[in-house]
């Protein structure tokens, strides 16, 4: 007996054994994709882990479908890494592997019904139903549910199939579907025929009469004259100014032979920077120091200032490791990021860097992978958001994670809810490969570590070229608004500061944390808020669309006229976000261009690139966004940035919010003056005296380092403190109020720590949904892994009480 053990993409924390031929047996390999049945009828794509002759005791093991891959797709570091993922941070190891795959290579069956061949039908014995299946199986071979679902015009066929089935006159058949395809492109040659000298005058004679015809040949020649490469289809058509209908004309007239050549979706195409990088006094000492580091330590923190030039010293270190042929792995917190971050790379290292995220098609994931697997010199670097950490690396030496603090590492749904950076230093570990964390504001854990003396820390506290830090100017709201010095949400100073600003010239930043017109709409009569229908918020005024929208659930209503509750006509907006900055600055400066930068504007593959191109080549001169631009962006010509409210940063129900709102307001400042020229900041806020705010302006990190970490101590939070949350789900609320009080008693019995809760969060229903969690800290002293197994059992526990089953609960590890 042969079996092989394997993960199935579904949300199952065991891995499941099938049985195998001996000849399959000697043929697969770890790593490799099988397809197999599992349930009923359906077949998923699994993956082969282990392979042994243990045979399983509780249920009898099915055969295997098929065998998918030739080689492994996956390696073995990567499982390991794996099943560390699905133990540390709670999840199933499906989850993992679905969540680590790209989906075109997770393969799901489709069911297709066939009509049997043996045999004679008595159509009178069928009803009208039945027949009309049988009917279209007489013109077409086989048909899928969704066409069985068309053809009755209605949802729940599986009866009408089932007696079908029943009556021996179908055939169902899981078939797989191979999503990826190659991408192929066309060619054209001239036909061998009229290669001599007599063939040309035959092919001039023929085309006497066709100008246009003769016209794309002439191109033709001239291109393969000058080109000495194949010759594109698109590229003949663009040079002759033709249609795809002539070349096609001069296909089937046989003048022409066509081809098709695979290649790689994601080509660079651009000039690679001959002359070397040359790096400053103070970038040279850091790039020496990170060296030295890397002796001892696996991990050193690079923590510049903004714009000290972090990325040229990354660029330096990249190249020495690819020099030894290893990989490297450059991680970004931003899709935003990367757009900008992969051309500055492609000028040094050329078709090296490939690129790994999500707004990237499902094909040109799986090229990404294929090249990343089979070694190849086109993904030696390569560039990407968080999921790009699970590619099958094989000889890993770096991994760059850049801007480390950033709360966008952490997956948030669905599991696995890994964080990138933690994760990577596990993964590096199993590669034998450095680690280096960059950013100008670290988060507190990553500079505690550093200063204890776990990770290496390397500080440069100058700007490249010795640009001084920008001037930080703070503007009393409060103060303003009392002597009407404001128009709309912008203060008489910072309207000053962009006019001088804009009158030089140069661009401005203005960084509102909030998109859409307005978070509320409030009727003056009565006080009622439109709220979701589904959710415990407010739903946002989005006046481009002119309608409310929930950004929770998606939920969207027409602007209302008139109150709901009261039917008075004196509804008013309250708040700001984005889209209203955007339009007061319209009224304010009508003949500059202004661009925004939220979710609303960059959807889409290309939705950033579009607006960072043309901010970058100075088509547009003021650029309003969220939190998308106070992230690593680097533009030479803004000279101001304004932050709108520094205040709706600093509130919020969260241990973390002072810290974020240090890295978030320095980071944005640090977008101005990049260049020679000293940039300019213009803080508008209610609380000008706030330690947060004096810390920005003083540019004081390690003040509001100490200050956190006192207050981490006191209150039992991270460094010195593991957070675990749990997260309850129901539609039910005095079910969900009662399982998670049970789910506290009994936590709180069995852990000799803080438990928190059950709470009620600041939003406490979403799609309909009622929300309780509950929080665990664990101290640095004891064993989380021993911690987790108890939590663990006690959740299976939750599981096994008939009347609780129905309550989704989610664990969040480490969910800061």
């Given at each position: 007996?042969?079996?092989?053990?394997?993960?199935?993409?579904?949300?199952?924390?065991?891995?499941?054994?099938?049985?195998?031929?001996?000849?399959?047996?000697?043929?697969?390999?770890?790593?490799?994709?099988?397809?197999?049945?599992?349930?009923?009828?359906?077949?998923?794509?699994?993956?082969?882990?282990?392979?042994?002759?243990?045979?399983?005791?509780?249920?009898?093991?099915?055969?295997?479908?098929?065998?998918?891959?030739?080689?492994?797709?996956?390696?073995?570091?990567q499982i390991t890494h794996w099943q560390w993922i699905a133990s540390y941070y709670m999840c199933a190891i499906g989850d993992v592997y679905r969540g680590a795959m790209p989906s075109a290579l997770l393969l799901e069956s489709e069911t297709i019904i066939s009509q049997k061949q043996s045999g004679f039908v008595d159509e009178s014995q069928l009803s009208d139903e039945e027949f009309l299946i049988f009917e279209a199986l007489q013109h077409q071979s086989s048909l899928k549910i969704q066409d069985v679902m068309a053809i009755l015009d209605k949802k729940n066929i599986f009866p009408v199939i089932q007696k079908l089935v029943d009556k021996n006159i179908l055939a169902l058949?899981?078939?797989m579907l191979e999503n990826y395809t190659p991408k192929l492109v066309r060619y054209v040659r001239l036909h061998s025929k009229y290669e001599s000298d007599s063939g040309l005058n035959e092919l001039l004679d023929t085309l006497k009469n066709a100008n246009k015809q003769k016209e794309v040949v002439l191109s033709y020649f001239q291109l393969s004259a000058s080109e000495k490469r194949p010759?594109?289809?698109?590229?003949?058509?663009?040079?002759?100014?033709?249609?795809?209908?002539?070349?096609?004309?001069?296909?089937?007239?046989?003048?022409?032979?066509?081809?098709?050549?695979?290649?790689?979706?994601?080509?660079?195409?651009?000039?690679?920077?001959?002359?070397?990088?040359?790096?400053?006094?103070?970038?040279?000492?850091?790039?020496?120091?990170?060296?030295?580091?890397?002796?001892?330590?696996?991990?050193?923190?690079?923590?510049?200032?903004?714009?000290?030039?972090?990325?040229?010293?990354?660029?330096?270190?990249?190249?020495?490791?690819?020099?030894?042929?290893?990989?490297?792995?450059?991680?970004?917190?931003?899709?935003?990021?990367?757009?900008?971050?992969?051309?500055?790379?492609?000028?040094?290292?050329?078709?090296?860097?490939?690129v790994f995220h999500s707004k990237y098609t499902n094909n040109e994931r799986v090229e990404v992978w294929r090249q990343v697997i089979d070694k190849s010199p086109k993904a030696q670097i390569v560039i990407g958001a968080r999921s790009a950490l699970f590619l099958p690396f094989s000889n890993l030496g770096l991994i760059v994670i850049d801007e480390e603090h950033e709360q966008t590492f952490k997956q948030v749904d669905p599991a696995p809810r890994y964080h990138a950076r933690d994760a990577s230093i596990v993964l590096a570990n199993s590669h034998k490969a450095k680690v280096l964390l960059g950013s100008a504001t670290p988060s507190i854990e990553t500079f505690f570590n550093a200063q204890s003396g776990k990770y290496g820390l390397v500080e440069i506290t100058e700007r490249y070229g010795k640009v001084r830090m920008p001037e930080i100017e703070l503007v009393?709201?409060?103060?303003?608004?009392?002597?009407?010095?404001?128009?709309?949400?912008?203060?008489?100073?910072?309207?000053?500061?962009?006019?001088?600003?804009?009158?030089?010239?140069?661009?401005?930043?203005?960084?509102?944390?909030?998109?859409?017109?307005?978070?509320?709409?409030?009727?003056?009569?009565?006080?009622?808020?439109?709220?979701?229908?589904?959710?415990?918020?407010?739903?946002?005024?989005?006046?481009?669309?002119?309608?409310?929208?929930?950004?929770?659930?998606?939920?969207?209503m027409a602007k209302p006229t008139n109150c709901h509750a009261c039917s008075s006509v004196d509804?008013?907006?309250?708040?700001?976000?984005?889209?209203?900055?955007?339009?007061?600055?319209?009224?304010?400066?009508?003949?500059?261009?202004?661009?925004?930068?939220?979710?609303?504007?960059?959807?889409?593959?290309?939705?950033?690139?579009?607006?960072?191109?043309?901010?970058?080549?100075?088509?547009?001169?003021?650029?309003?966004?969220?939190?998308?631009?106070?992230?690593?962006?680097?533009?030479?010509?803004?000279?101001?940035?304004?932050?709108?409210?520094?205040?709706?940063?600093?509130?919020?129900?969260?241990?973390?919010?002072?810290?974020?709102?240090?890295?978030?307001?320095?980071?944005?400042?640090?977008?101005?003056?990049?260049?020679?020229?000293?940039?300019?900041?213009?803080?508008?806020?209610?609380?000008?005296?706030?330690?947060?705010?004096?810390?920005?302006?003083?540019?004081d990190f390690l003040g509001m380092y100490k200050e956190q970490l006192y207050d981490r101590k006191i209150y039992y939070y991270p460094p010195y403190y593991r957070l675990i949350k749990l997260t309850l789900k129901h539609r039910d609320f005095e079910k969900l109020k009662e399982g998670s009080m049970w789910l506290y008693q009994v936590m709180k019995q069995n852990l000799a720590m803080p438990v928190l809760g059950p709470e009620e969060p600041a939003i406490s229903r979403i799609r309909n949904e009622y929300i309780r969690t509950i929080m665990i800290k664990i101290p640095q002293n004891t064993s989380i892994g021993g911690t987790k197994k108890t939590i663990q059992k006690i959740l299976n526990s939750f599981e096994s009480v008939s009347q609780y089953r129905a309550i989704r609960v989610t664990v969040n590890v480490d969910f800061y």
């Open positions: 007996m042969h079996f092989v053990e394997v993960i199935l993409p579904l949300s199952l924390a065991k891995t499941f054994t099938y049985s195998v031929s001996e000849a399959e047996y000697n043929y697969i390999k770890k790593g490799m994709r099988l397809a197999v049945p599992f349930g009923k009828s359906k077949i998923y794509t699994a993956l082969a882990i282990e392979l042994h002759q243990n045979e399983p005791t509780l249920y009898e093991a099915k055969e295997i479908h098929q065998i998918l891959d030739e080689k492994p797709l996956v390696n073995e570091i058949q899981e078939e010759i594109t289809v698109k590229k003949l058509i663009e040079t002759s100014n033709s249609t795809s209908t002539v070349v096609k004309t001069l296909i089937d007239k046989k003048i022409f032979e066509e081809y098709h050549l695979q290649v790689d979706r994601v080509n660079f195409t651009g000039k690679i920077k001959e002359e070397e990088l040359q790096l400053s006094d103070a970038q040279q000492a850091a790039f020496e120091n990170i060296k030295q580091n890397f002796d001892q330590k696996e991990v050193c923190l690079l923590h510049g200032v903004t714009a000290s030039g972090k990325t040229e010293i990354y660029i330096k270190l990249i190249e020495e490791y690819i020099a030894t042929g290893n990989q490297v792995l450059y991680l970004l917190p931003e899709i935003a990021l990367t757009t900008q971050l992969v051309g500055r790379l492609r000028e040094y290292f050329g078709n090296k860097v490939a009393d709201l409060k103060d303003k608004y009392f002597r009407k010095k404001m128009s709309g949400h912008f203060s008489d100073v910072l309207i000053d500061n962009i006019t001088s600003a804009l009158s030089l010239g140069e661009q401005v930043i203005l960084f509102q944390n909030r998109r859409g017109y307005s978070p509320i709409v409030e009727c003056i009569t009565c006080g009622h808020v439109p709220q979701c229908q589904q959710c415990d918020v407010s739903l946002t005024y989005h006046k481009h669309k002119n309608q409310l929208r929930c950004h929770y659930c998606g939920y969207s509804l008013i907006t309250k708040g700001f976000g984005t889209e209203q900055i955007q339009q007061e600055l319209v009224e304010l400066f009508p003949n500059s261009k202004i661009g925004r930068m939220d979710q609303d504007t960059t959807r889409g593959k290309f939705g950033f690139e579009k607006i960072i191109d043309s901010f970058k080549n100075r088509e547009i001169d003021i650029l309003v966004g969220t939190q998308m631009l106070a992230k690593g962006l680097d533009f030479d010509n803004v000279s101001l940035v304004g932050i709108m409210n520094a205040d709706n940063m600093l509130y919020h129900p969260d241990f973390r919010a002072f810290e974020r709102s240090y890295q978030m307001m320095t980071q944005v400042s640090g977008r101005s003056g990049r260049s020679e020229k000293q940039g300019k900041v213009v803080i508008q806020t209610y609380n000008p005296n706030h330690n947060t705010i004096q810390q920005v302006t003083n540019n």
